[in-house]
């Protein structure tokens, strides 16, 4: 089993979801987050004050897939959360030792 | 001292003989006493209307939203004294008032009926800065901050202030024609709800409209603006009435009565057609019943006004279900409330006027009068096709000028950080 | 046309010559202009408490708790002008009115006092909104919506029309005996306390109740909420000279006195209990001593009211601490504020009653008469058995019609979602 | 009954034979509903303050912050009837009353001009409980809650009173000196501005100002408060004329005029230097033209309004702007908005004044007079160095008592949780 | 070491970490998530318009455990967060080279 | 390849930002958390009722990084993030299999 976790721009977070449905993943997880990186941040005003933010929002999806689905979920993800500006953001893969389904206790392959 | 600076300083000092005295009563206490209050209402409900709008658009545009309305707050509430009113009440043509009270040259505190000539400045003036800010749902979310205040000042120039002129001045020419609008029907819903419509097709729609989810950021903000709407919009309809009093009771009275009407026939459509009552319904139900009711407000009795309020929930409520069918995007549906809402209760007015409750209105349908809903709907065409015109005309030259929409990479990041380098939350 | 259009018509134009003239006074404008004023703080008052309560509750059920105060200001607002001022105002017996007002028959602009009739319609309309919006907080986060707008509407004829009248109109019993409720102790505060009291414990507690923490989603709206309280009760209690001048000046002085004094005294009885003093304490604090003065109001000096609202702080403290011993879920402790302060004032406004501050009312204990105290101590045990036995009943009732209560996977999605199928916050 | 005993009834009765008739008219229906809605809507400004100022503050702290403002409405509140009434206003020297209407005494509705003695007392109460709160920015996110509470009692009695009793009271030596302060530009605003200068020197920095980003929780909150003060604004100024009528209308609308016109001009300043109009620039140019306009409302004409709201949009932000250079933290810029617009506005009275709209007023530099400018600048001078000189003290005095500041680590978790247990949001 | 990573019912959160701490865990970080799976999402409405929101509402329970306690927190874990209905969400087990007590820059296990 | 997993306290989620960039690291992003341990959490007041608040606000901030950078990025960590008062965190290290830059499609360390 592996573990994709993938940091993508927040508004494509609905297309990324339905292209790893597509590629067979069964569910997944979003969390909410900010990157830092090559993009740069934005500047705010504060009653005359300038600021640099140097963070962007960005969204985190973690999805624990099969073995042989992974190629096919990061070519979806490289598909639909590319926009080809910097900040596209970056997929990790790592792998993970089990997975157990709490409704049903199935663990392995099976829960997932 | 020469010339010039003499005479800017008695501009400053506005020192200057009144040009005429407006009528010739004295100034009575009580009425001046709701004149002032109503006039605080109605500056109320511009906030209450950025609330209104603001919450009810994504987290990164809430800032910009709001701006579009409480900026207007100091703009237009500067344009007023500048020229707007001027343009508005003095003595001009048939369609447009002159220069006389520029800068509110010889506009004192002489009795105007019984309250003072600047007490009727300033409550006409919150009219004229709401007026333009209840344009700005249509264009949500995608305007440019520069075309959003060339838009306001120009419209306000070209739109409100020749309407305004129209209807009540004494030599508009639909006053003259002996419309009703007892506290701007047209004036105000109809001329920015067809502005409205105009500008939300002239401008397009938002990136990913209707596929993505536009999901509002807090409806409570949407909640407390509407509660303040309705709150003010007892001055802005009790205080048509120029004087406290009897006038002023029913006018007050009757809005009370359609908001109310409207919020639950609005919630009773809804339940028929999605089987749930949702609380932006109830919300846009008053808002709409407010709408309808304005213009009928000081010339129908409360069950005129309870059956306004009924109709006005239902058709405003149906008007936005049928939006999506036409592919614009009017984003926070000012058409389908303002525009629908005041075309509707500028009909009924016809329909329901009773010289039984305001003598110096007209007996309309019911009474079996068919001329005042003939004149209404003349007022109601004359004000929607020149509203629109002149909407598109301004949208035009200041695309032209500098452009009105921002770029999709500046909609997808917010009107927020993009407009005003500002961000809504930070919890 | 036929007989019944005619009648139709006729209601809906309101041209019926009323019934009777109410008084002989003429009409002021300064007493109107107050009491529209007042009227519109008192609307004010029902989105501030819908705040007060929203802020309270956990995110998930926001909107739900919001919508039980505004739904009422569209469903008792049009009930009024249909039955309700009918039912509480006009001529009937010792125990309820007629319905010789209903559709607002007969009901116009002639003077009523120096104020029109109508403007005392909408002023009373806005006290039959708030009330049973004022009960909505025992029963939050569980309640079903359909089963709420059940209970408002039973309950506004049921329990409210007929208290009101017993209190308010000049042949009902508690007013010919001479009960002192200057601005609704009884009418508002103690029917919606008592109610509240056995509505939380019909429906039960929330899941979780006490054991999981249940956490205000955000307590800048309660403070805000209680800030728009606060300044609409001016209007609530100073409104309720039905005139401007001394009289209201004094109920808006004591008014203003006893909130001060609550939310102080509040704040001291939470530091010395757990050495804090909370922003929700001397928010809750302010809305006790409102309550407390509220029957008081036109009939007390300034200084008694200081010692009513000190009173009230301390003693809705203590009895909102106490609650968890009886176990039972007042979620938002409105028998703790309305029930026990509104009791507290009904009775204090025997104790502190001066005809120095107010000829039309009576000399209470402090000035050596036992009488006024026996008369509030019947008002309040006759309101509160009454409001207590109606509700169990009208509950019993909706609970076999549909049930009152979602089911406990709802309760866990919330109101919010499961009742309107919106979320409050998408931030 | 014991004579203690009796004395004590008889204060809580509040029978008591008005020491003095103050004014011998009698009570004017109309002045008195002005007076009362202008007391409500200036209560309601405190409210709104806690928004304005916990809008700002990071979301750990806006709870204290708002509780800063909201307290005062409790506290002071009682003060006002208790004490600080009689020293403000009742016979004394020309440096500060006396004890003569101590616990209200002697005040009833007895006229005093046209209206209740008691509607004055409570009018001017407001401006009590709001004048400490505003100097509550100064310190905001590291004042202890308890030396918060000290300093309020100790300057509302040390600093408000007597400064009130110079410019207000009718033996006070800045009155009897002609000073003109129509509404509290020296009352209200130098004296909190000043004090709030001198009080964020004392206190010190925030821990990580100017390193660390301190943003705003939710503007939203800021525009929200914004609008609230500029409604109240209209009570603040115009009841100011203590009556309704023609100058009550004057300084209604120069209100309104110069809140446009110092928003517009802080924007217009902000575009200019840093390429972007801001939410909060516009927020804050209409508080900083209300308070500029406060001392001149009724004594200038509508475009010397608008004269002092351009100077005050521009000179304020200037202000804000320079402040880094300085180094100290005052957190709210309380001092470069009312400290600063309040000077302003104070001389630029002494500019425009002139007796064609106020026969009481004076005719100013503009009219060939430099006097009245002179008597400004020695209101200005004193009120802020007395102000400034008597905190310095008060904060000493709490220091050595139990300390002003709290911890490094209670700054950390901020002002909410550490000192009233509780947390602004849980979303 | 390993790290146990479940997505949970939101308002379990307070059990499972009783839970967990009775099987002697020391520590342990939630965070807030959005899932995706077999759950159905909700219906939102908006002016007429109805959306079907597919996300829902989850709680991310992180905790890095010794390889021996491994067993005895999976096992509390599908205990208490388990309802018997679609949507109790997942654990997975992967495994963790090192901890570091920031602290005390203890390392190994006597970080955790 | 390593991923770092930090649990900080909020407030010096910029110094270690700073730190980390000093020791290298190229990208990284950052989470909401609240955390359970050592620390104690605080007392709530809701009308007279006590809640004790078991959690924490923390912060959570992720990084992948190259092999030989580690050692730099858990000094960086050490120094930054402690304050020596209970509750500076933890740090967690664990093996990637693979990084992918989406806006590139380059995989490995040239990912990062
Ligand atoms: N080494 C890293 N570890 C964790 N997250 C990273 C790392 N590098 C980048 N990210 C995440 O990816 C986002 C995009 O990275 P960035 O360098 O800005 O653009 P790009 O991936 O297009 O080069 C960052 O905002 C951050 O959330
Ligand atoms: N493969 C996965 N990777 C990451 N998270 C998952 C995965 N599958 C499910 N989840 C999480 O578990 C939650 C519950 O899963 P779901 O399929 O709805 O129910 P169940 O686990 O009962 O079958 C999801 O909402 C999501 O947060
Ligand atoms: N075993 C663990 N797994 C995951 N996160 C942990 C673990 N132990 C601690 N944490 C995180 O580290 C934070 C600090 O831990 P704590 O025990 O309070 O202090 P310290 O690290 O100083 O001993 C916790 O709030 C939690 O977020």
Redesign the interface.
């Given at each position: 089993m592996?573990?994709v976790e993938?940091?993508?721009r927040p508004?494509l977070v609905?297309d990324v979801?339905a292209a790893l449905t597509d590629a067979g993943v069964?569910?997944?997880?979003?969390?909410?987050?900010?990157?830092?990186?090559?993009q740069r941040g934005?500047?705010?005003?504060?009653?005359?004050?300038?600021?640099q933010?140097?963070?962007v929002n960005?969204v985190?999806i973690?999805a624990?897939v099969l073995d042989d689905q992974i190629d096919a979920v990061?070519s979806a993800?490289?598909r639909v959360?590319?926009?080809?500006?910097?900040?596209?953001?970056?997929?990790?893969?790592?792998?993970?030792?089990?997975?157990?389904?709490?409704?049903t206790?199935e663990s392995g392959n099976a829960?997932? | 001292m020469n010339r010039r600076l003499m005479a800017f300083l008695t501009l400053l000092l506005g020192i200057v003989p009144p040009a005429f005295a407006e009528g010739s009563g004295s100034i009575d206490s009580g009425d001046t006493a709701w004149m002032l209050t109503s006039t605080a209402l109605v500056l109320f409900m511009t906030p209450g209307l950025a609330l209104f709008y603001g919450g009810m658009v994504r987290s990164k545009n809430v800032l910009g939203t709001i701006m579009h309305s409480v900026f207007a707050m100091g703009l237009v509430g500067i344009h007023w004294v500048v020229i707007g009113y001027s343009l508005s009440f003095s003595k001009g043509n048939s369609f447009i008032g002159g220069f006389s009270h520029a800068f509110l040259n010889g506009v004192g505190v002489e009795p105007m009926g019984s309250i003072p000539h600047l007490a009727f400045v300033a409550f006409q003036g919150m009219f004229a800065i709401i007026t333009p800010a209840l344009i700005t749902g249509a264009f949500a979310e995608r305007m440019k901050f520069r075309a959003y205040v060339a838009f306001v000042l120009l419209w306000t120039t070209v739109v409100y202030a020749p309407v305004c002129h129209w209807v009540w001045a004494s030599d508009g020419w639909l006053f003259k024609l002996g419309a009703l609008d007892f506290a701007g029907g047209t004036v105000v819903h109809m001329s920015s709800g067809f502005s409205a419509l105009v500008a939300a097709i002239y401008i397009g729609r938002r990136v990913g409209y209707p596929k993505d989810q536009i999901l509002p950021n807090s409806l409570i903000w949407t909640v407390l603006g509407a509660g303040m709407l309705w709150f003010g919009w007892f001055g802005f309809n009790g205080g048509s009435a120029l004087a406290s009093g009897a006038l002023a009771t029913l006018a007050f009275v009757t809005t009370q009565i359609a908001a109310a009407a409207a919020a639950m026939a609005w919630a009773f459509a809804e339940r028929i057609r999605t089987g749930k009552v949702t609380v932006l319904g109830v919300a846009s139900g008053m808002v709409a019943g407010l709408v309808a009711v304005t213009p009928a407000s000081g010339f129908v009795g409360p069950m005129a006004a309870l059956a306004i309020g009924l109709a006005a929930g239902v058709i405003c409520y149906w008007a936005i279900c049928l939006k999506p069918r036409f592919g614009y995007d009017d984003s926070l549906d000012v058409f389908g409330v303002h525009g629908v809402g005041g075309t509707l209760g500028a009909l009924l007015t016809g329909v329901f006027a009773s010289t039984y409750w305001n003598a110096n209105g007209k007996d309309g349908l019911l009474l079996g009068n068919f001329d005042p809903l003939l004149v209404q709907a003349l007022s109601v065409v004359a004000t929607a096709a020149y509203a629109a015109a002149a909407t598109w005309i301004i949208l035009k030259l200041i695309d032209i000028a500098g452009g009105v929409r921002i770029s999709q990479a500046e909609e997808r990041e917010g009107l927020d950080l993009t407009q005003h380098g500002e961000t809504a939350y930070h919890l």
């Open positions: 592996k573990k993938a940091f993508i508004h609905e979801r069964k569910g997944l997880s979003v969390l909410e987050a900010r990157g830092f990186g090559h934005h500047t705010e005003f504060y009653r005359g004050a300038e600021y933010v140097l963070f960005k985190k973690e624990v990061v993800l490289l959360a590319r926009t080809g500006k910097v900040g596209d953001g970056k997929i990790f893969v790592s792998t993970v030792d089990d997975a157990i389904r709490i409704r206790g829960a997932l | -």
